[in-house]
Structure formats: C-alpha cells, structure tokens
T-cell receptor
Framework: GENVEQHPSTLSVQEGDSAVIKCTYS??????FPWYKQELGKGPQLIID?????GEKKDQRIAVTLNKTAKHFSLHITETQPEDSAVYFC?????????????FGSGTRLSIRP | EPEVTQTPSHQVTQMGQEVILRCVPI?????FYWYRQILGQKVEFLVS????????KSEIFDDQFSVERPDGSNFTLKIRSTKLEDSAMYFC????????????FGPGTRLTVT
C-alpha cells in the first residue's frame, strides 16, 4: 500500500548548523511532495513543497530535493535557528486532483541547541 | 491571511456517545478533508469531500463516521458511537482546487474518549 518512511525520528543540531531529514515513498504515482512543520498545539503548516517535474527547490534557508527514480526526497535546513525547533513531516500525494489524500511520514522532532 | 478554523479545541466525551467536530474551511476553497493524529503517531487521512460528496475515504472511516457540509461555510465530522481508540487530534484541511494541490490545515480538535 501507500507508505512514506521518514528518518530520523529525532534530530538535535547546534544553532547555525544544517539539518537534513530524509524520506522515501512507495507509491509510484505520487507526484506532489509537501513538507509540514508542526509546532506544539498547532496543526501542520506547509513550509515547502516540490512536484515531480522538479529535482530541487529552495526557499531562503530551506531546500528540498527529489529523486523520483529512487523514490527519495529530503529536506535541508541551513543556518538553523531556535525557532526551527518543531516536528517536521514529509508527505506524498498523487496530486492529480485536488481531492488527493496526503500520506504523511512519521515525523522528525528537530531540536536546535543554543 | 485566511485560515481554517476548528471548534471545539478540546472535546471530552464518554465511550458510546456521539460527537460532532466542526470546521470552517477557507472561504473560496472547494475541497475539504479530515485527518487524525493519535498521540505520538503520524497524521492519517480519513476522508476527502468535494461537491457535497465523499471523494475518497480510508479504512479508518467506517460506518461510525460521517461528514457533512450543512451550509455554505461549515464542514463537520460526526462520530456516531465513540470508542476509546477514537481519542486523537482531528485536523480539518481545505484546498482551493484547480491545479493548487496545497492543503491548509486547521489547528485541530483534541478528542478524548473516556
């Protein structure tokens, strides 16, 4: 069935260093890959997404890469700051219609050490 | 910035009781979703809804669950006879449609079944 695996489950980095979270997906028909940040007591907030016709996308300190052949995608956060501490979820969707469900990874709890 | 809102933020109910969770999607959005997150686990898709019909539902969304758009603004999830294992955060999401795959999530309702 459709599944998204995410690693690591927890990640602690020094402020200013980079953080990398990796995911794999199983559904070959997936073509939309959003990343969500969830802070305590809040719903998932989209921080960046990538579609299957693109290999890399960058938005300020955040970048995502996608390898469709290997079914891998990853999130890179550079120059980490304390406010980056949160749970991050990768996700995959077929996206061919706007009613497509999103399949979430299990989440990575990112802690930034001052 | 428009946002998805949900009420109540926390609902406590006894096993076997019916609950209705309410959501107000973003006003020009056409597609609506419910997801749930059991404590410490990944966010799971429950159901998607478009044009007053269910588009897709997961295995979790059995006969005890139903969704409704009773008016032009609200979107509700009803659980007919709650079980202990229904305790979770329930997130509503909406998306605009057309080629915009992005789903915007509400802050969630924490349901506790005792």
């Amino acid at each position: 069935g459709e599944n998204v695996e995410q690693h690591p489950s927890t990640l602690s980095v020094q402020e200013g260093d980079s953080a990398v979270i990796k995911c794999t997906y199983s559904d070959s028909a997936s073509n939309y890959f959003p990343w969500y940040k969830q802070e305590l007591g809040k719903g998932p907030q989209l921080i960046i997404d990538i579609r299957s016709n693109v290999g890399e996308k960058k938005d300020q300190r955040i970048a995502v890469t996608l390898n469709k052949t290997a079914k891998h995608f990853s999130l890179h956060i550079t120059e980490t700051q304390p406010e980056d501490s949160a749970v991050y979820f990768c996700a995959a969707s077929r996206g061919y219609s706007s009613a497509s469900k999103i399949i979430f990874g299990s989440g990575t709890r990112l802690s930034i050490r001052p | 910035e428009p946002e998805v809102t949900q009420t109540p933020s926390h609902q406590v109910t006894q096993m076997g009781q019916e609950v209705i969770l309410r959501c107000v999607p973003i006003s020009n959005h056409l597609y609506f979703y419910w997801y749930r997150q059991i404590l410490g686990q990944k966010v799971e898709f429950l159901v998607s809804f478009y044009n007053n019909e269910i588009s897709e539902k997961s295995e979790i969304f059995d006969d005890q669950f139903s969704v409704e758009r009773p008016d032009g603004s609200n979107f509700t999830l009803k659980i007919r006879s709650t079980k202990l294992e229904d305790s979770a955060m329930y997130f509503c999401a909406s998306s605009e449609g057309s080629l915009d795959y992005e789903q915007y999530f509400g802050p969630g309702t924490r349901l506790t079944v005792t």
